[in-house]
């Protein structure tokens, strides 16, 4: 599947972060969606119009789950994007979220 239209990034680089992530969090397996694919969803959600029912739809899942993945990795993913000293910056127009965390000093994207 092609991610780059929908969550900017790479496959490389999505695999990448979901390494990352995965490093950081406990995962369950039995969750509905693995990491990678709670990063894409997470992702989209951020650079789409698309509310978590219809990004559910797509997923094949539900609302909820949508929800609370993106609740779950959004402060993960802002943590490993400060580790890495990734700049918001690089991401701006790729990815926008308004509760983006940023870093105190850089302000908003």
Same mark, same amino acid.
Not at 71 to 88: F, S, Y
């Given at each position: !599947?092609? $991610?780059?239209? #929908?969550? /900017?990034?790479?496959?490389?680089? @999505? *695999? &990448?972060?979901?390494? *990352?992530?995965?490093? @950081?969090?406990? &995962?369950?397996?039995?969750?509905?969606? +693995? %990491?990678? !694919? =709670?990063?894409?969803? #997470? @992702?989209? +959600? $951020?650079?789409?119009?698309?509310?978590?029912?219809?990004?559910?739809?797509? *997923?094949? #899942? +539900?609302? +909820?789950?949508?929800?609370?993945? %993106?609740? *779950?990795?959004?402060? %993960?993913? =802002?943590? #490993?994007?400060?580790?890495?000293?990734?700049?918001?910056?690089?991401?701006? /127009?790729?990815?926008?979220?308004? /509760? &983006?965390?940023?870093?105190?000093?850089? /302000?908003?994207?």
């Amino acid at each position: !599947m092609r $991610y780059k239209d #929908t969550t /900017g990034l790479s496959e490389d680089q @999505l *695999r &990448w972060l979901a390494e *990352r992530i995965s490093e @950081l969090i406990r &995962w369950d397996p039995s969750n509905t969606l +693995s %990491v990678f !694919m =709670a990063l894409v969803v #997470t @992702l989209e +959600s $951020y650079r789409t119009n698309l509310t978590q029912k219809q990004l559910a739809v797509f *997923r094949n #899942t +539900s609302q +909820s789950t949508i929800s609370r993945v %993106v609740r *779950r990795i959004d402060p %993960v993913l =802002a943590d #490993t994007l400060n580790e890495v000293h990734a700049p918001l910056e690089e991401f701006h /127009g790729r990815v926008t979220h308004c /509760g &983006w965390r940023t870093h105190p000093h850089r /302000g908003p994207p």
